[in-house]
């Protein structure tokens, strides 16, 4: 409930005075940033000066951003992986961080396919929370009355493998659902989950989805959101209800748990909340053995206001399906993060997610930007990078951080436009990942990779006098869970050695086995990725694309063949060239450990 007596903040009358005070520290960070930004860079300088890396480029304790700038190199992860794996073999010297590293942060995939560690230390926890705690505060001055009831979130941790340190790594959402902060998180009544914890830590992903989806059903009138990290989660969500909602309207009937939650833990949570309840089983049964699931999360879920889902970037290909099923609800993009730092917020969740930005916090690191105009120069060429408040509406770059675990002027990869200030803070309207091709889920597959896997599956052609003249691709959406589509066109030398069908579809799966350990992850453990498809067009079939292209005004000098398609006529003609489709028959390789 607002109060008269609570200061009022130019964001909006908040919700309690616990709200109050998130609103008003959003207001001195972002009305002072250049400051901030100023102390952070001498914080992370000052108590890091004695590290190996900071020593090496020589700069002397100094703790401004001139000599910062003039003498720290602006890198990417190849400039720092010797050091960072020399961390996770043991070394426990002052590499990059005079804090002890804690742990791995796992982000997506190097050139050899394996993901990237970045390294962390305990506090940043502690940072994290921060941003996690303001997220409320901003969502209450848009949707009153979520202290009313409940979240039905959809979260998940993933494999974890330990570095021959005995550090962990893990990917950085697992890290917080494993952390105190999480676990023992003081009761908070605009932070109610229907989920339990339990069920949030369980490894086996169906254990976990069906409890969470189990007790969102029980509650169903209590939900006031839904949501998932990702679009493509929520998603996975609803393909899992129509899929199981049988057995889940039999144990809600029953009040018996179904045999295959095997979890000790789940099993005695959920003994103090079966109860048979034949009214609610009815119900379910009524609604998700309709043909049509227009509409699907309001018919189940009344009350719900909104969805809690990342659509920018590469999830936005989702929003149609979401808009499907949700009826049209409004979905929040609250904050801005990665492996490597949390960033900022957005201070309008509910606008459209066409109009996404997000306000950096400048307390979580010192940030820089390339302007995305800066291509080709090489490490020890001095790019032009702009400080936090110096950027420009309009503008593009590439985000830059230097983060207290030990990052410096690291490029992160992101494509970032501005579009507005808040205070002197500015906010980004996030494009996307810089060279990503590809991605249904977590996955970022770029080019090369892409290239790569086509050549190794193509060897498989070699015998029956066959070779891949030109391909594109596609990420499938309109399939529950999402997939790869590549478009391969053929050239036969020796019509009487035919391909087989079992051929090409041995084809899929090498071009999987091929792909990064992130993508093979989503297959093999997460299943949030679907089979690979191959579809074969016919003899010319690019040819008229590239036809195509030249009649809407490209240069017959200058085309490429674009190495992905999204474009509905591009489509269209593609799909209407198919003479043959194939999918991977197996799941890739993929286990936890890391390549040694």
């Known amino acids: 409930m607002a109060v008269d007596s609570i200061l009022s903040s130019p964001l909006g009358p908040p919700a309690c005075e616990k709200d109050a005070k998130a ?30 890396w900071l020593i090496r480029f020589k700069l002397g304790g100094a703790t401004d951003r001139e000599t910062f700038k003039s003498k720290i190199p602006v890198i990417m992860y190849e400039d720092v992986q010797p050091e960072i794996q020399r961390i996770a073999n043991g070394d426990r010297s002052a590499i990059l961080s005079v804090h002890p590293i804690s742990e791995f942060l796992t982000s997506s995939g190097t050139s050899a396919g394996e993901r990237k560690l970045m390294p962390t230390i305990k506090e940043e926890l502690d940072r994290r929370q921060l941003l996690y705690s303001l997220l409320m505060p901003v969502m209450n001055l848009s949707v009153p009355g979520l202290d009313k009831g409940k979240g039905l979130y959809f979260l998940f941790v993933k494999s974890e493998t330990k570095t021959p340190s005995g550090l962990y790594a893990r990917p950085v959402l697992t890290s917080y659902y494993k952390s105190e902060h999480f676990k023992k998180r003081p009761h908070d009544p605009y932070m109610v989950y229907t989920s339990p914890n339990e069920a949030i830590l369980c490894p086996d992903s169906f254990q976990s989805m069906y409890i969470q989806m189990l007790c969102g059903l029980i509650e169903r009138n209590q939900v006031l959101r839904l949501g998932a990290v990702f679009a493509s989660g929520l998603l996975r969500a609803i393909r899992f209800l129509q899929l199981n909602w049988s057995e889940l309207a039999h144990d809600i009937r029953t009040g018996t748990l179904n045999s295959r939650i095997t979890d000790s833990s789940l099993k005695d949570h959920m003994k103090n909340i079966m109860k048979p309840n034949q009214e609610l089983a009815l119900f379910i049964t009524q609604e998700c053995s309709k043909e049509n699931w227009e509409g699907i999360i309001t018919r189940i879920w009344p009350n719900t206001k909104y969805l809690d889902v990342i659509v920018t970037g590469a999830m936005a290909q989702y929003i149609p399906t979401l808009n499907y099923y949700s009826g049209g609800l409004p979905m929040a993009c609250t ?6 730092c949390y960033f900022g917020l957005n ?39 702009v400080d936090l408040v110096d950027v420009e509406v309009g503008k593009e770059y590439e985000l830059v951080i230097t983060t207290y675990a030990g990052l410096y002027r690291y490029r992160v990869g992101d494509i970032l436009r501005v579009t507005g200030f808040h205070n002197s803070a500015p906010q980004f309207h996030f494009v996307r990942r810089k060279n990503v091709l590809l991605s249904i889920d977590s996955d970022k597959t770029n080019e090369s990779e892409l290239q790569i896997a086509v050549e190794n599956a193509s060897k498989l052609l070699a015998k029956f006098n066959t070779s891949v003249v030109e391909y594109t691709s596609h990420a499938d959406t309109k399939t529950i869970p999402g997939h790869y589509v590549i478009y391969w066109e053929l050239l036969t030398k020796d019509s009487s050695n035919s391909l087989s069908h079992d051929v090409l579809n041995q084809c899929c799966l090498e071009m999987e086995e091929s792909l990064n350990s992130v993508y093979r992850q989503c297959r093999v453990a997460d299943h949030s990725i679907g089979p690979l498809e191959i579809r074969v067009v016919k003899s010319g079939t690019f040819e008229e694309l590239m036809d195509y292209a030249i009649s809407r005004g490209a240069s017959i000098n200058q085309y490429k063949v674009p190495r992905c398609v999204n474009f509905t006529p591009i489509m269209e003609l593609l799909d209407s060239r198919v003479v043959s489709i194939h999918f991977s028959q197996d799941l890739p390789h993929w286990t936890p450990e890391r390549r040694r």
């Not at 960070?29 to 590290?51: H, K, P, Y």
């Not at 109009?355 to 390339?370: G, H, K, Q």
């Open 23 to 52: 609103l008003q520290f959003i207001e001195d960070m972002t009305r002072n940033a250049d400051n901030v930004q100023e102390r952070v860079l001498a914080e992370i300088l000052s108590r890091n000066a004695e590290t190996e």
């Open 335 to 340: 904050m801005y993060a990665s492996s490597e």
């Open 347 to 385: 201070l309008n969740p509910m606008c459209t997610p066409s109009e996404v930005s997000y306000t950096i916090m400048p307390n979580m690191a010192y940030f820089e930007f390339l302007p995305h105009d800066s291509v080709g120069f090489t490490r020890d060429s001095s790019p032009r990078l």
